[in-house]
C-alpha cells in the first residue's frame, strides 16, 4: 500500500504573539485570514495569558485546523516577547515568516504583495513598508511614517544598521510590517530571547541587518494601533527608556565583537559613539531623567552637552590648550 503524500509545506508561516490581547486579537486574526493570498499556516503563540485571549486562539484554531494551531510554552509560562516568537519560528514551515502582534491589523494584500518583492530579488532576507501608525480607531488621526531612510531598493549590509534607529536616525520596522526569509531568520538565530519586551524587535533586527539585504517600500501594509498601555509607552512613562536602550547597545557591541568576520569599523565607531553618553558620569545622570525623552528634551540635551564640556574642561591638565 502507498504511503500517503506529505502535506505541502505552506509558502508562508504567520507568527501571531499574544499576552492579555482579548480586545484585539479577534480583529487582528480575521486580517490573516482575509489575506488574497491563501497560502499559509497560521501560529497563534501564547506567552500565558490570563484573559479571553486564549480562549479566541482556540476557537480560530478549532474552526480551521488545517492552517491554524495554537501553541504556548510548557506550563502555560509567560516567557516574554522574544521567546514567544521564537516558539512560532520552531514550529514554523514556510519558506516565509511574517509576524503579526495581537494588536495590529494587515491589509487584504500584504502576504502577496510582499512575497512578490521577495520573489524578485532573492538576495533579500527581510521586506517591510510604510506604516500607518493608526490612531483613527481611537478617535484620532492616523499618520503614515516611511519605514527606512530609503524607499524601493535594495539595501545591502550594514547600511541599515547605520541609517536606522537605533543607530541612525530613520524610522525602523515595526515587527508586525515585516516579511523575513525563513533561512535567514535562523542563519541567525532568531529572537534575543533576554530581551524580554522593550528593544525585543531591535535585537534581531540588529543582527539581520548585518547579515542579509533589506528594502523597505512605500506600499502601506499595516495599521499599526497606538494606544496608552504599550510596550513602547510604559517604558517610556515609567522613565526606564534610556536604562533599556544602554542594554541593548552594549549587548549589540559585544555580539559585533564576537562575529566570526570583523564588521566594518563604520559600525563599531555607530555603536561607541552611541554608547559614549551612557560610559561618562555626568551624561549618563542627565539621560536617566525621563523627561529627557519626553517633551524638552533637545534642550535638555543641549544642557547635557555643554555639562559634559564643562566637565571635561575642569578635568583637563593645567598649561592644555
Known amino acids: 500500500m502507498q504511503a500517503p503524500a506529505a502535506e505541502a509545506a505552506p509558502r508562508v508561516s504567520i507568527v501571531v504573539i499574544f499576552l492579555n490581547g482579548e480586545p484585539y486579537i479577534d480583529e487582528a486574526i480575521a486580517s ?98 510604510t506604516v500607518r501608525y493608526w490612531r483613527s480607531w481611537a478617535g484620532g488621526d492616523d499618520v503614515l511614517v516611511p519605514t527606512g531612510h530609503v524607499q524601493n531598493r535594495v539595501v545591502p549590509p550594514p547600511e541599515a544598521t547605520l541609517e536606522l534607529y537605533p543607530l541612525g536616525s530613520a524610522a525602523a520596522p515595526c515587527p508586525s510590517d515585516i516579511l523575513v526569509r525563513r533561512e535567514a531568520v535562523e542563519a541567525v538565530g532568531g529572537f534575543e530571547e533576554h530581551f524580554t519586551g522593550f528593544y525585543e524587535d531591535q535585537g534581531f533586527l540588529a543582527k539581520l541587518y548585518l547579515a542579509r539585504p533589506v528594502l523597505f517600500s512605500d506600499v502601506v501594509w499595516l495599521d499599526y494601533r497606538q494606544r496608552p498601555d504599550s510596550c513602547v509607552a510604559t517604558v517610556t512613562g515609567e522613565g526606564r527608556y534610556h536604562d533599556v536602550r544602554r542594554y541593548f547597545l552594549t549587548w549589540f557591541e559585544d555580539y559585533v565583537r564576537r562575529l566570526p568576520e570583523e564588521p566594518p569599523a563604520a559600525v563599531r565607531a555607530a555603536v561607541a559613539r552611541a554608547l559614549r553618553p551612557y560610559r561618562r558620569p555626568v551624561a549618563h545622570a542627565v539621560l536617566s531623567s525621563p523627561g529627557l525623552f519626553l517633551a524638552g528634551g533637545r534642550r535638555r540635551l543641549g544642557r547635557l552637552r555643554r555639562a559634559v564640556a564643562r566637565r571635561a574642561r575642569r578635568r583637563a591638565p593645567a598649561g592644555d590648550g
Open 32 to 129: 490573516v485570514m482575509a489575506q488574497t493570498m491563501e497560502d499559509f499556516e497560521l501560529l497563534l503563540c501564547d506567552d500565558g495569558s490570563t484573559d479571553g485571549s486564549t480562549a479566541t486562539a482556540l476557537g480560530w484554531a478549532a474552526r480551521d485546523p488545517a492552517r491554524v494551531r495554537y501553541l504556548e510554552h510548557e506550563g502555560h509560562a509567560n516567557r516574554g516577547m522574544s521567546a514567544t516568537r521564537n516558539l512560532g519560528i520552531a514550529a514554523a514551515r514556510g519558506d516565509f515568516i511574517a509576524f503579526l502582534d495581537a494588536d495590529d491589523v494587515w491589509q487584504p494584500r500584504k502576504l502577496a504583495e510582499q512575497t512578490a518583492v521577495m520573489d524578485a530579488h532573492p538576495e533579500l532576507g527581510m521586506v517591510c513598508g
